[in-house]
């Protein structure tokens, strides 16, 4: 790993799934130039790893789905350098919308709005609506200007499996699928953006994440919580899916006295168990932020020391509490 770019991105301009080797790099310039050209490139966001591709090429935007073997109706977010970008994807930012954006715009929060019928529809899997969001990460701003387009991104693991939020889980789920990883340090956050709809009169929070429903509900007092009701599952298509799965088992406990100590069982959680040793891997947060932070690339090190069972402690569903139990509900949830 670490070698440089296959030669054939920079001499012919290869279609997407022809890559046969993924660089590193550490220059959001090289990696913007790489997907200008139509490759595809993981880079840090402060929730997660994102794996981009520009919006406004369709093939870029199908190359996604394929390297992530993700099914074509759950739409991307599309992922902008500033807020005054919007209007290029969007149209109709109601006034919640643009409270919302006026309040954690560049951040964790993604809003849903109506998209405007030149954004290619493969992008939004053919729902009269757009995803957007601004990253407050650093580098991803860098790079995000630097593409000077409209990035489409999902997270960059492959479907069903944690998302990645360091760039080594990106390698580990794409390498040699995708042309680069811009490489950073591990995601501050840990989970997801915070998605709400504001397609229509009344905001909707479709998916719990880095920003709590208390801080949204501070601009947006009115907002409703969408069900996981199959009727909302073509509001919210990504919902329906058994997602953030390692390949242990992960079974939810309320206190880690349940936890069933073995050395091919692992125990995350907010109380220490009284015997950590008898477990393979254990990990106590001191936070609910810190367990968030480190639930994903924990499933990851459990899946690569070959744990057989995860179990995790439940949280109180307030804060990121929130996010962090419907994260591990969905990994705990039946195949
Ligand atoms: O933090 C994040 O949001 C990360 C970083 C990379 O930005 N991205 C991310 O993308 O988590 P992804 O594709 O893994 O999840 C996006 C979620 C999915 O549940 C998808 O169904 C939903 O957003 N979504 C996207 N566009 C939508 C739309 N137009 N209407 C409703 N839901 C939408
Ligand atoms: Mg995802």
């Known amino acids: 790993m670490g070698a440089p ?52 090429n369709p093939d870029a935007v199908s190359a996604i789905f ?15 350098a500033h807020a005054s970008e919007i209007a290029k994807v969007a149209y109709h930012v109601s006034p919640s919308a643009r409270a919302l954006i006026r309040a954690f715009f560049p951040g964790p929060l993604t809003v849903v709005l109506r998209k405007r019928p030149s954004l290619l529809s493969t992008v939004t899997a053919h729902l009269g609506t757009v995803a957007v969001r601004v990253p407050a990460h650093p580098m991803a701003s860098r790079f995000l200007s630097a593409c000077a387009c409209p990035v489409a991104a999902p997270s960059a693991n492959r479907s069903g499996r944690p998302s990645a939020t360091t760039w080594e889980a990106a390698r580990d789920d794409l390498d040699g699928r995708i042309a680069a990883i811009l490489r950073c340090a591990p995601s501050m956050e840990g989970i997801e ?8 009169p009344e905001p909707e929070l479709l998916r ?35 997602h953030y799965a390692p390949s242990a088992r992960v079974a939810l406990v309320d206190t880690a006295k349940e936890a069933v100590p073995h050395p091919l069982h692992a125990y995350i959680g907010l109380e220490r168990p009284s015997c950590t040793d ?11 932020p810190g367990y968030g932070h480190v639930l994903f690339s924990f499933f990851r ?28 509900r969905r990994a705990a949830a039946p195949q």
Request: aromatic share 4%; charged share 20%; with cysteine.
């Open 193 to 200: 953006s915070t998605v709400v709809d504001c397609s229509r």
């Open 66 to 80: 394929r390297a992530k073997a993700r099914p074509t109706d759950n739409p991307l977010i599309v992922h902008l």
């Open 278 to 288: 008898t477990f393979g891997l254990c990990h106590h947060a001191l936070d609910a």
């Open 301 to 328: 090190q459990c899946e690569k020391a070959g744990i057989r069972a995860i179990f995790c402690q439940a949280v109180p569903e307030t804060g990121i509490g929130r996010a962090l139990m419907d994260r591990l």
């Open 208 to 242: 719990a994440g880095a920003i709590s429903l208390e801080a949204i509900r501070t601009v947006v007092p009115n907002i409703a919580v969408a069900s996981v009701a199959p009727n909302h599952a073509v509001r919210s298509p990504g919902m329906r899916y058994r």
């Open 5 to 56: 770019v296959h030669a054939q991105h920079r001499l012919s301009g290869i279609a997407p799934t022809d890559v046969l080797q993924t660089l590193l790099t550490d220059s959001p310039d090289e990696a913007a130039a790489l997907l200008r050209r139509g490759h595809l490139v993981a880079f840090p966001t402060e929730t997660v790893y994102g794996l981009g591709a520009d919006a406004t």
